[in-house]
């Protein structure tokens, strides 16, 4: 079972990182784009607090999208855009 294993957190840029812990035992960090975040809510903001929560409400479909994208551990974080959705 994935899991996540640090919660998301705003970055310097914008975007929202976490980590997932895979069955394998090893964490995977990523970024999630603001525009990535605001397309699966389809709405805009400004706000740390409404990307927390968009991240939040759509958040199994941003794990799984973000599960798909690696079968081994990557050395850095791993973007997801728009286009992964």
Do not use: C, W
């Amino acid at each position: 079972m994935i899991t996540i294993a640090t919660e998301p957190s705003l970055t310097d840029e914008g975007d929202l990182s976490f980590a997932l812990q895979f069955p394998a035992g090893y964490v995977q960090r990523f970024a999630v784009s603001r525009e990535a975040l605001e397309d699966l809510a389809q709405s805009r903001s400004n706000s740390r607090a409404d990307l927390l929560t968009f991240f939040r409400i759509h958040q199994d479909k941003i794990v799984a999208v973000a599960a798909k994208t690696t079968g081994h551990p990557h050395n850095g974080v791993i973007p997801l855009k728009t286009t992964d959705f």
